[in-house]
């Protein structure tokens, strides 16, 4: 049978001893009740297994439309087909020059590409598509009616490991006085935008900068690889002089007396 407190205090009063001080009969008193109180049961201590977080995660969403660069220029892509956003975003992680994704809400994914990727630069046997000249991160998204969302990824704008430096006034020419290959790359561009574009393809050994137009010219040698070139048009032949461009090897000068084009190196 269980004990009550009125158990044990009847106890306590029949042992009580006449003689005892009133701290003795508390003392008795709060034994008698320590007697009932139900035993506490020892609990095991609350275990928080630690998640996993996502890598998908690392990714941020900038805003509906096309990713576009500092200068609001689109990106070139690589075309995954159909994934979902975790996929679509872990496969921009792990492929290199990935600055962000777009995707739309049917799982169309598209990783972007710096301005001189090509197919083998894309992950799985996916197909490149030079789609625009943005350069480096991914800065904003513009509405432009599509239903792609963007999404910016972790990128490090390193310090390139090469750059560029002006050389003269003029056309650039090699040790034997020979005019270079080039990558057009049309007009509307600033000299470090086409700098940035050279030094970030490895078959640009310099580029020619025409001030009246604002015109690039990425300069290639005869064992380049031109399909680095992406979408722009790769010339090979001086229309004017009637003869191949056959420059190889370092840009030593520049010539010519037209001083709005100018010559860089790139090394």
Same mark, same amino acid.
């Given at each position: 049978m269980k004990r009550t407190i009125n158990d044990n205090l009847r106890e306590l009063r029949i042992g009580d001893n006449p003689d005892d001080s009133e701290d003795d009969k508390k003392d008795k008193k709060t034994k008698a009740l320590k007697k009932t109180e139900a035993p506490k049961k020892e609990t095991d201590a609350p275990t928080t297994v630690p998640s996993e977080t996502p890598k998908a995660l690392e990714c941020e969403q900038v805003g509906k439309g096309l990713c576009r660069d500092r200068n609001a220029r689109r990106f070139s892509y690589c075309d995954m087909g159909s994934l979902t956003q975790?996929?679509?975003?872990?496969?921009c992680l792990s492929t290199e020059g990935c600055p962000g994704y777009q995707i739309t809400t049917d799982g169309?994914?598209?990783?972007?590409? #710096? /301005?001189w990727?090509?197919?083998?630069?894309?992950?799985?046997?996916?197909?490149?598509?030079?789609d625009g000249e943005g350069n480096k991160s991914v800065q904003q998204a513009l509405d432009d009616g599509t239903e792609y969302m963007c999404y910016r990824c972790p990128f490090e704008d390193v310090e390139p490991d090469r750059r560029c430096s002006f050389l003269g006034i003029g056309y650039c020419e090699d040790a034997n006085g020979e005019f270079f290959a080039y990558c057009d790359m049309g007009r509307g561009w600033t000299t470090e935008e086409c700098s940035e574009a050279c030094v970030a393809n490895p078959s640009c050994h310099g580029f020619e900068y025409d001030l009246d137009n604002a015109g690039c010219s990425s300069l290639m #040698? /005869?064992?380049d690889d031109y399909s680095s070139c992406s979408s722009y048009a790769f010339a090979f032949y001086d229309t004017f002089a009637g003869s191949p461009l056959l420059g190889e090897g370092p840009i030593i000068d520049s010539v010519g007396d037209d001083d709005t084009i100018h010559c860089y190196t790139c090394s």
């Open positions: 975790v996929q679509c975003a872990e496969t169309d994914c598209q990783v972007l590409m #710096q /301005p990727g090509n197919d083998r630069s894309c992950p799985n046997g996916s197909t490149y598509v030079p #040698q /005869p064992s």
